[in-house]
């Protein structure tokens, strides 16, 4: 069902809401920008309507919120361990579709991928619902529509904003707490972006392809600083961090703490052997990782064209054009076969 | 709902020094396990380490462990009737039925030994399994050398070879790089036999080469891979290759599949 909403009635939606869930959005925040003195876009929680920022894209994907950049798992207390409670109030996140198919792709991983559940992500993310912001336009890097991430039914509301009013649907009826007249409203999706992709078929992809020269030009390029890995919706990667909490050793805390393939360190082992040194094979093991690999597990691509990493990047390296350059590459090489 | 991630306290019921650098811990332990699976262990405050099982039976498990970083130091200063945290058994292991009644070649390079010890102990000590057991073994030196009493007691029923890479004045044994000893292999079946090759990358490439070049199929070739394993489970992505997660897919793959896997 629907509802047509002026801003101050939707506000008043939002105060109801937050009674029973904490809402995180899209806001503005003062002095976190790169440079000194410069604002950023990315997601807090919200008391208001007028707090969220809609005009652009965050800078950061929602994913910290329920999957924290760093997260206590447990506590060592002598012979035991401990896991720590978490707040349980639950969460509704305002999000436009890519990052609801980012989401996804962060449940397959931690829910779906080998045996085992993950405890710590699944606690938090039990308590998160989606409210889906229509996206109508995008923004001048998203390339979602080629990535089949334009479109999600993921979600148990999603509104419409407009300078006069909001549309608003819900699909889950435990947050319908407006009285008055309903209307039909189901949102709309971005049918065309500005930056549009071609992903080699994965059958395509060969060693050749790996060996392929255009890795060379990241290795000048990046600069391992993992930019691209925080800001991704879909990387999911980290790494266990203990720390002492007495000197015998008998009191510590263990946590993971986010890890990106781009970071010096990533693949190093015990005694120093380590993996992809030079730059330019980690943006060939992230690139293929987004359209390769994981859909040879699961049957659909990791990237759901957001386009963040072109945002972030302080080389200005575009995975867009990374993609198509890939996908030049392959059909060249099908063409000398 | 289980969590996966808490480990458990064990005793470690003895410690054996192997070499300066290497002691192998003997940890109470019940439960099933296959050769070549891996443990996390870990040390509370300090940090939690992937460690291959080198041996087991009723009540214990045995790791080998190399004195090489944070956590390994201080497991080092853990003696008898201390503790340590695990969880585990990950990975797959060493499958027996892909070797039994075959003839069949380990191939281990330093401390590759240990993940495919406890396989190499039961055919040695279950002839009867095995067509024919060849052991080839590589260390650096004299002093690296890992599982002395073991090995003399596998050369006992089977051809067993060491090498180092550069020996002293007291070594009487071969020396040069395990490639060069592949002869020394009964490779009269050679359509028909198995080898199994664990140790460093370097090691692993070269020595699988070799091995094709001798006549090996490479579907009767194994590898087992080592990689910084955060959990185990297939989660934190440390060891993915490819499409392929080592902790989940492996350590031990076939060649067929491994020649295809790029770091």
């Known amino acids: 069902m629907g509802y047509q909403l002026s801003h101050s009635a939707f506000d008043d939606y939002l105060h109801e809401l937050s009674k029973e869930y904490r809402l995180f959005a899209p806001i503005l925040q003062e002095g976190k920008g790169k440079f000194a003195l410069t604002d950023v876009v990315g997601y807090g929680e919200i008391n208001s309507f007028d707090e969220m920022v809609l005009k652009e894209k965050s800078y950061f994907s929602p994913k910290e919120i329920f999957y924290p950049i760093r997260e206590t798992l447990f506590y060592f207390l002598n012979n035991r361990v401990e896991t720590p409670e978490i707040d349980i109030k639950p969460i509704i996140i305002f999000l436009r579709p890519c990052d609801l198919n980012g989401i996804k792709r962060l449940d397959t991983i931690f829910l779906k991928n080998g045996e085992e559940v993950d405890f710590y992500y699944l606690r938090r993310r039990e308590l998160v619902k989606f409210v889906m912001i229509e996206c109508l336009e995008g923004f001048d890097t998203c390339y979602c529509v080629s990535m089949n ?17 909001i549309l608003l649907q819900i699909k889950d009826e435990s947050l319908d707490l407006l009285d008055g007249q309903t209307i039909d409203f189901e949102p709309d999706f971005i049918k065309e972006n500005k930056v549009k992709v071609t992903i080699p078929n994965v059958d395509d992809v060969t060693k050749e392809t790996f060996n392929n020269e255009i890795w060379k030009e990241y290795t000048a390029r990046c600069i391992a600083c993992g930019r691209c890995n925080t800001s991704c919706i879909t990387c999911s990667c980290y790494t266990m961090q203990d720390t002492k909490l007495s000197d015998d050793k008998r009191i510590g805390e263990r946590r993971r703490i986010w890890a990106g393939c781009h970071v010096d360190g990533f693949s190093d082992m015990a005694g120093g052997h380590g993996f992809r040194d030079k730059n330019g094979e980690r943006m060939r093991f992230k690139t293929m990782h987004k359209i390769n690999d994981y859909y040879k597990r699961f049957d659909e691509h990791m990237c759901v064209g957001c386009g963040r990493c072109d945002d972030v990047c302080p ?23 | 709902m289980t969590n996966p991630y808490l480990p458990t306290v ?6 054996r020094k192997e070499t300066d650098i290497d002691y192998t811990f003997k940890v109470s332990y019940e439960g099933e396990l296959i050769g070549g699976q891996f443990m996390e262990i870990s040390i509370p405050g300090v940090g939690e380490a992937p460690i291959s099982i080198c041996n087991f039976g009723e009540g214990f498990l045995e790791m080998t462990i190399r004195k090489v970083g944070r956590l390994t130091d201080q497991v080092f200063e853990l003696t008898t009737g201390d503790t340590l945290f695990m969880r585990g058994p990950y990975g797959n292991g060493f499958d027996l039925e892909t070797y039994k009644n075959k003839d069949v070649a ?108 001798k006549g090996f199929k490479e579907e ?44």
């Open chain 2, 10 to 15: 064990y005793e470690i019921l003895e410690v």
């Open chain 2, 106 to 213: 380990f191939i281990a390079g330093g401390t590759g030994l240990a993940p495919v010890r406890k396989t190499i102990d039961y055919f040695s000590r279950n002839q009867n399994d095995i067509k024919n057991l060849e052991v080839l073994i590589g260390f650096k030196t004299p002093d690296d050398q890992l599982f002395v009493d073991d090995i003399k007691r596998w050369q006992e029923n089977s051809n067993v070879t060491v090498t180092v890479d550069h020996g002293d004045e007291t070594w009487t044994g071969e020396t040069g790089l395990i490639t060069k000893h592949i002869d020394k292999l009964d490779l009269s079946d050679v359509d028909n036999k198995i080898a199994v090759v664990v140790g460093p990358p370097i090691m692993m490439k070269f020595t699988t080469l070799e091995l094709i070049k």
């Open chain 1, 315 to 337: 080389e200005y390296i575009s995975f867009s054009k990374c993609i198509n350059k890939l996908n030049e590459i392959v059909e060249e090489g099908k063409q000398n076969d």
């Open chain 2, 220 to 263: 009767n070739i194994w590898v087992s891979f080592e990689r910084k394993m955060s959990c185990g489970i297939g989660k934190c992505g440390h060891c993915k290759i490819d499409e392929t997660y080592v902790c989940l897919e492996g350590p031990v793959f076939n060649y067929i599949k491994a020649k295809t896997l790029i770091d």
């Open chain 1, 149 to 165: 991430s334009n479109k999600a039914d993921n979600y148990e509301a999603a509104i419409r904003v407009t300078d006069k009013e």
